[in-house]
């Protein structure tokens, strides 16, 4: 894996010892690149060593070669070298090399693809597939989210090859229904496994599992699992496996049952929370309104187990503030965030700024977050954002109809998408100025870009229209 170590070696052999490398030479060293993926030092090395010192690339060497661009989803160069080997050379292609070009295929997510060059493999070339073949044609549909196609290809090399499925592969099949997610077949497949397979189910099979039922809503579900993964399987949780089960509180508003079972991780466990686990519970807090409590979680992070929080962390607070009107707040952890923790807003955390002082129908205290936003941080600004000194700009007393204009023009400069938002704020801007011709003109754009209008602005039309 040190490829300068490797090179200073092979010229002290060549140089010093004057031993001349040969094939299991330049093996080593084309292996070592791919490895590594540094396709320069495998086509560096792979040229000097045929054209420079006249050795002759294996069987081996161009595997490894071919292996390397299938690695990093190069599906070009890996039928560029395939082809190579098949019209250059004397070497037949193997089970090694055709697994890699389905690999590559598996990489970029193309199934059909996986499917077709199997075909060539078996049908074509007559060769066998060995057990990474299988492997990667499973969780190349797994990963691609097609469960149907998973689970028949796993069933299919077991019947025609007469090959037993591996972990692995119904591994990622349990990955692929968690992330749809089907408990129901996710639980199926990992008591198949036990029962019927005699395959032990590890750690990252029940971690998707119990995520699963964490992403349905169904933290009871989550907890029987983990029961099972510890007393019937005798698997220790890590970290991901308790992160999911207090995302599953916190999914379903518990924010009680997510700290709950963040002692038990700690106290019981002997694990301690990540950055992401804490922010799960500072979201949860958030949403359930509780916004002295997830400012405390975040103290408890910082202050006591020395997490560093994320951009995402600090959003998720401020924005709860913002949806408050509470501006004070909001700014107070926007200067902890950038002094204190040393992160940079984006456009989601001035947003969320600017959107606190519409709710506070504070439309100075907008603008010059906007200006802050713009040429401080230099950040462009998204439709979201212009929506939002819409709101401001409406819900304040002191804005003069020029100044919903000067804002509205910001979608045309910048080439910005208006949503029923932006529709929503204009109507509102109509009714309070009584511009009964802009409100005609903007309703019909509104429904020239096809957006079925609400009863709201129906509504809103009626009192800017009157009798008319």
């Known amino acids: 894996r040190d490829n300068d170590g490797i090179i200073h070696w092979l010229k002290y052999i060549i140089d010093e010892l004057k031993i001349p490398p040969n094939a299991s030479t330049m093996n080593i060293v084309i292996h070592a690149f791919a490895k590594s993926k540094n396709m320069e030092g495998v086509l560096e090395w792979f040229h000097k060593f045929r054209d420079e010192m006249h050795i002759q690339p294996d069987r081996r060497t161009m595997s490894s070669v071919i292996s390397a661009f299938a690695n990093i989803g190069d599906v070009e160069n890996t039928l560029k070298w395939l082809r190579i080997v098949r019209e250059e050379t004397k070497i037949q292609p193997n089970d090694v090399m055709m697994t890699a070009v389905i690999s590559a295929f598996a990489k970029t997510g193309n199934t059909v ?42 069933l299919k090399l077991e019947k025609e090859y007469g090959r037993k499925p591996q972990l692995f592969e119904v591994s990622a099949l349990v990955h692929a229904y968690a992330l749809v997610p089907d408990v129901e077949k996710a639980s199926q497949w990992v008591m198949k496994m036990r029962d019927d397979m005699q395959l032990q189910p590890d750690v990252g099979t029940m971690n998707a599992l119990i995520n699963a039922y964490a992403r349905a809503s169904d933290p009871e579900g989550a907890v029987r699992w983990l029961g099972v993964m510890r007393k019937e399987m005798g698997l220790s949780p890590d970290q991901l496996t308790m992160g999911s089960l207090i995302n599953a509180f916190a999914q379903n508003g518990d924010t009680a049952g997510a700290t709950r079972w963040l002692r038990i991780m700690q106290e019981e466990l002997g694990l301690q929370p990540n950055s992401v686990i804490m922010t799960v519970l500072i979201d949860a807090h958030a949403k359930a309104g509780d916004l002295e409590g997830a400012s405390q979680w975040l103290r408890t992070m910082t202050r006591e187990l020395y997490l560093t929080p994320t951009l995402f962390t600090m959003n998720v607070l401020i924005n709860a503030y913002a949806q408050r009107g509470d501006t004070e707040k909001a700014t107070e952890w926007l200067q902890r965030m950038t002094e204190e923790f040393q992160l940079k807003p984006n456009i989601v955390t001035m947003n969320s700024i600017l959107n606190a002082f519409a709710n506070k129908k504070d439309f100075d205290g907008a603008r010059r977050w906007f200006d802050v936003l713009r040429f401080e941080l230099e950040l ?25 204009l000067e804002y509205h023009e910001y979608f045309k400069t910048l080439k910005l998408r208006q949503d029923e938002f932006t529709f929503g704020f204009l109507l509102l801007a109509c009714k309070k100025y009584g511009r009964k011709e802009e409100a005609i003109e903007w309703f019909d754009e509104l429904l020239n870009l096809g957006m079925m209008p609400s009863l709201f602005f129906c509504g809103s039309m009626r009192e800017i229209l009157g009798n008319e």
Do not use: C, H
């Open 113 to 154: 693809g996986v499917v077709d060059w199997f075909r060539v493999m078996t049908e074509d070339l007559k060769l066998q597939p060995n057990k990474y073949t299988a492997t990667t044609i499973v969780s190349a549909f797994a990963n691609a989210g097609d469960t149907v196609g998973a689970e028949s290809w796993l």
């Open 380 to 404: 462009t600004p998204v439709a979201v954002t212009i929506n939002s000194m819409l709101k401001a700009a409406v819900r304040s007393s002191n804005v003069e109809w020029t100044t919903i």
